[in-house]
Each structure stands twice: as structure tokens, then as C-alpha cells.
């Protein structure tokens, strides 16, 4: 059993292009996350949900919109993809809120701008 | 602003030879200090938490330690199953989000 999953693992696509990386978890918890892992492997967190609201949102551009239908799922949507969004993609989850703990992660989305 | 430093970059180490890995941390209050593995294509697999300076924690060949400045991750006679990029994460007294390092990428050669 996956606790975090995302989908699709590897994703190419065209500048310009609007795609989804889709993430859920089977642990029960109540926060997740969207974190990004660059060329330089920096590991940085993009959004956080509580409870399917929004709690944490750093400086990400607008063309970045994370929804949350239920505690146990968090979307990724990217509009009009640039060659500078290739990245890995994490998602994770915590339980606890704000004042959360261990984080757990996803297995990540390989993303690719050609 | 948080920030967190590992060294060194990349070590290489024979099968059984004990070493250690750093991470330097600034944080505005310390919530916990977190160490992750992370192999080749995979997401970051949690190892240890360490919440106050003199904490220690074990996990097999694996021993994490922390002052109020620091922790080391000390690798006890590794065997190349343990090869991977180790990472080193603070949490603050705010949000429950994490700062990561960059990590150590270890090899261990048989």
C-alpha cells in the first residue's frame, strides 16, 4: 500500500501547455503539501492544505493552482508551462496542521518542458 | 529566514568504513530537526526526528545526533545499500513546513 501516491511519474510536455499531477493519500492525515525539487535537488515547499483549505503559499507564480477536493487528495494544476517549471514534483502529508510532524512523501512527478 | 547547510557534498566510502555527515542548521526556534534518505528516482523516505540539543537517535547502522547548531548523521561499517543522497530538514516553531539541505550524496563501494 502506497501512504502517498502521485500520478503520472513522468510527464513531458510543450511550452505553453496546460497539465496536472494528481496526489492522494490512504494515511488518515489532515495536512499536504506541494513541494518542488530543482535541478540542484533544493527540495522547497510550494503550498500547504489544511483540511482542504489553503494555509501556505510561497511565492509560487499564479500560473500554479493547487486544489484540495477532500482531506485526502491534493491537485496540482500548471497553466501555460515554461522551460523553467522542469522539475521534480513532491507531494506529502502530515498530520496535525500548522503545528504538524513528520512529513511523508510521494515517489514524485518527473516534469519536463521541451 | 531558515537555513540549512550538509557536508559534504559527496562521500565515498569503502564497505565498513565509519564516517559522519553534517548539518548546520539556523532556525527561529527549532521545532525539530529532521533527517530523510532519498535513492535515485524516489521521493524522501523519513529516518529520524530530533527535537532538543543532547537528543540521539538509532536506526540500525544509522546514528543521528544534534546541539543547538548542528546534527551529524553517523553511518556505523555501511554496506552499498546504504548509497543514497541523505537530507537534513528544519522545522520551526511557526508552520509545519520543512527547510531542507542539499544534501549528502553517499556511495558505498563493496
Known amino acids: 500500500d502506497t501512504a502517498v501516491s502521485q500520478t503520472p511519474k513522468y510527464l513531458v510536455t510543450q511550452m505553453g501547455n496546460d497539465k496536472s499531477i494528481k496526489c492522494e493519500q490512504n494515511l488518515g492525515h489532515d495536512t499536504m503539501y506541494w513541494y518542488k525539487q530543482d535541478s540542484k535537488k533544493f527540495l522547497k515547499i510550494m503550498f500547504s492544505?489544511?483540511?482542504?483549505?489553503?494555509?501556505i503559499n510561497e511565492t509560487v507564480p499564479n500560473r500554479f493552482s493547487p486544489k484540495s477536493p477532500d482531506k485526502a487528495h491534493l491537485n496540482l494544476h500548471i497553466n501555460s508551462l515554461e522551460l523553467g517549471d522542469s522539475a521534480v514534483y513532491f507531494c506529502?502529508?502530515?498530520?496535525?496542521?500548522?503545528?504538524?510532524?513528520?512529513?511523508?512523501f510521494g515517489e514524485g512527478s518527473w516534469l519536463t518542458v521541451v | 529566514e531558515d537555513q540549512v547547510t550538509q557536508s559534504p557534498e559527496a562521500l565515498r566510502l569503502q564497505e565498513g568504513e565509519s564516517s559522519s555527515l553534517n548539518c548546520s542548521y539556523t532556525?527561529?526556534?527549532?521545532?525539530?530537526l529532521f533527517w530523510y534518505r532519498q535513492d535515485p528516482g524516489k521521493g524522501p523516505e523519513f529516518l529520524f526526528t530530533l527535537y532538543s540539543a543532547g537528543e540521539e537517535k538509532e536506526k540500525e547502522r544509522l546514528k543521528a545526533t544534534l546541539t543547538k547548531k548542528e546534527s551529524f548523521l553517523h553511518i556505523t561499517a555501511p554496506k552499498p545499500e546504504d548509497s543514497a543522497t541523505y537530507l537534513c530538514?528544519?522545522?520551526?516553531?511557526?508552520?509545519?513546513?520543512?527547510?531542507f539541505g542539499k544534501g549528502t550524496m553517499l556511495l558505498v563501494s563493496p
Open positions: 532556525v527561529s526556534g527549532l521545532r525539530g
Open positions: 530538514a528544519v522545522q520551526n516553531s511557526g508552520y509545519s513546513t520543512l527547510t
Open positions: 506529502a502529508s502530515s498530520q496535525g496542521g500548522l503545528y504538524g510532524n513528520t512529513i511523508y
Open positions: 492544505y489544511n483540511n482542504k483549505e489553503l494555509i
